[in-house]
């Protein structure tokens, strides 16, 4: 049998926006990749269309993390990992605790101009924002490397935020038994 690690490692999820135009890959949540399908940015481009844009995108961002928050959830079920359910909490408080807060975490990341912005809650929920001129001025090259900076802001802030909240955890119930 495998090691847990390498199952979360050789997680490999791919997931569309709800229009078909954009498609995302996560590796192992370390390596993520997105693409417009069919030199479908040409279209959002043609109409100038940066609210559509970044609708589908954060829409198609919201299904990648689903996805492979389903295929992390099926390698810990697995691993003989428990899921907590409403009916099923936690037995530890800090625990209990940490799921309740973390899911409900919100990053926000940005590109370097603040041109694209985007908020996660729980790593699952994006919200996409584009600055209308974002699709007059960039291709789609350069518009990509644009959101691949936003989205490395976003996970920065998430890791920072995520520390912030175990520390806190840590410190709170630091001498109670589990």
Do not use: C, N
């Not at 135009?21 to 192992?28: A, D, F, M, N, P």
């Not at 928050?69 to 691993?79: G, N, P, S």
């Not at 209990?96 to 694209?116: F, Q, V, W």
Request: aromatic fraction near 10%.
């Amino acid at each position: 049998m495998a090691a847990i690690e390498d199952d979360l490692r050789a997680i490999v999820v791919t997931a569309t926006s709800p229009d078909g135009r954009i498609e995302g890959r996560v590796e192992s949540l370390e390596y993520i990749t997105v693409r417009f399908l069919s030199d479908s940015y040409e279209q959002y481009y043609r109409r100038r269309d940066a609210e559509s844009l970044a609708h589908q995108w954060g829409r198609g961002a919201t299904l990648m993390a689903t996805a492979y928050q389903k295929a992390r959830r099926a390698v810990m079920l697995a691993h003989g990992f428990e899921r907590y359910s409403p009916l099923r909490p936690p037995f530890s408080s800090r625990h209990r605790e940490y799921l309740e807060r973390g899911a409900t975490i919100t990053a926000r990341g940005s590109s370097p101009d603040g041109e694209i912005r985007v908020t996660a809650v729980g790593l699952t929920d994006f919200h996409v924002s584009i600055a209308p001129e974002v699709v007059d001025r960039y291709g789609e090259r350069q518009f990509l490397q644009l959101t691949e900076s936003a989205m490395s802001d976003l996970r920065a802030d998430h890791r920072r935020a995520h520390g912030a909240l175990r520390h806190e955890l840590y410190l709170k119930y630091r001498d109670r038994q589990w």
